[in-house]
């Protein structure tokens, strides 16, 4: 065999070699170099079709050719692979293309619905306050009037965290009531919402852990009228200012006199429906007159003060406002559920 051509079929298998070793464009440009630049090796070779024998000539140098045209070929085919997987895709990118939609996330329904309450007492002079989750008994119950043993204090099934039951998750938000008693004198116009615990069983209507916000007015001369002239202005915001109310009287230890507020039902303004069970009322807050005993507690003189507390269920008021029939699905955190608020 002629010995130019032994040499060709070396220079194919060394560039066999070499491009299947090149993994980068760098590489591939050092490959490229080596082999098929002016210089190189298949260069090479043609330069040497000159010493070979007259009569082998066309038979060599056709068989050059053809090597140089496979070289090629390799060579390009391997260009487009490196180019596609490194991303290096300048005409492929379609910019005309719709972006990525990236779903964003919104305030959870409880969360606005507090803000919006808190605005709304905020707008009248309220300030904020907040309270611990892990409460004692004596904030729980026994500064808010509840003697021990008394029934009253089953009307909230406790969790319990000490053996003595004197330490408890708080059943209401009303022991903030009490702290912020302690820390200033009156006036306190305070709002403090807040998680609650109660040890009761889970259903569309009750939750073992849920919201509250807590109100409380304490001044000279506060009268159960700024009571009532301050929820319904709450209720006209809240729920619109064409909303009918109710005040019937109900009991807790910590006010005297004790009432809770109703609103005509803003599903089907008071005729009756699946919502207000057909009685056009919905109960909305508890609330009353801070009782004389929960002053003494706090050391506020009940002769030259008074004031008035209510405290309102959070999830109660999002779900009868947004129409949601089990207050579950607040906690569920289906996106499916959340992004319609
Ligand atoms: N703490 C009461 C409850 O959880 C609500 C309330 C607060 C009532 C303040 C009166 C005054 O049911």
Redesign the pocket.
Known sequence: MNALLEKSDHIQREFDEALAQANDRDELERVRIRFLSRNGLVAQLFEQLKDVPIEEKPSVGKALNILKARILDQFNEKKRLLERSTGDRGKELDLTLPGRPRPIGTRHPITQTIDEIRQIFVSMGFSIAYGPEIESDYYNFEALNFPPDHPARDM?DTFFLSKGKKVLLRT?T?PVQIRTMERQRPPVREIMPGRVYRNEAVSARSLVSFH?I?GLYVDRGVTFSDLKGTLVAFARQFYGKDVQYRFRPTF?P??EP?ADMHISCFLCKGSGCRMCKYGGWLEIL???MVHPHVFKYVGYDPEKYSGF???MGIERIASLRYGVDDIRMFYENDVRFLRQF
């Open positions: 909230q209401h009303s509250q807590e807790f910590f006010t004790s508890g609330a009353g507390a209510f405290g």
